[in-house]
């Protein structure tokens, strides 16, 4: 809910990456991006910790395994880049792209009321996940605790503007 918190204080950042700790001995960081092209969280600077007291310049220097090795600005030991393992970086919206109309911002989704094509609440978007196989949607509500594949066939309809979602979950999901 990082996003909310940020949207409270008046921020419209969303998260793009994390620093996951040292990389070597010369202050370089190892940073996981959850951009859709990795390398490109070094466009949307600066990046900004949670609550948005820190700022980051970051230069990208190679890939390396599990990520990309980075500098950041004024990190320039072990140490230092140690103390940063574990900030998430969030990016001003407003560098963001604009995505097309079938695509979303997994912030965007949090929060949304959810209910099947009958007009039934299932309950809410809690979370969205991505294990490797593709996004699923955590929906909490009415009782249950669903995870639904986020495609068209299960989520045939998104809409941002009235802030719900229409799902058909497999049989025997609910």
């Not at 950041?72 to 990016?91: F, H, I, N, P, R």
């Not at 949607?137 to 594949?149: K, N, Q, T, V, Y």
Request: hydrophobic share 40%; aromatic share 6%.
């Amino acid at each position: 809910m990082a996003d909310e918190t940020a949207k409270a204080k008046g921020l419209d950042r969303l998260c793009v990456g994390a620093i996951s700790g040292a990389f070597g001995v010369q202050g370089e960081v190892r940073l996981k991006s959850f951009c859709a092209e990795p390398e490109d969280i070094a466009a949307y600077g600066p990046l900004w910790t949670e609550d948005g007291t820190r700022s980051f310049k970051i230069k990208l220097t190679r890939p390396v395994a599990g990520g990309l090795g980075a500098r950041v600005a004024g990190v320039e030991t072990k140490d230092q880049a140690d103390a940063l393992k574990g900030v998430s970086l969030y990016a001003d919206r407003k560098r963001l792209p604009r995505l097309p109309d079938d695509e979303f911002y997994h912030a965007d989704l949090i929060g949304l009321e959810v209910r099947d094509p009958g007009g039934k609440l299932l309950g809410t978007v809690r979370a969205v996940h991505n294990h490797g196989a593709g996004d699923l949607l955590e929906i909490s509500g009415a009782g249950i605790d669903l995870l639904l594949p986020f495609t068209r066939t299960v989520i045939p309809t998104v809409d941002l503007t009235s802030g719900r979602i229409v799902a058909d979950p497999p049989e025997g999901a609910e």
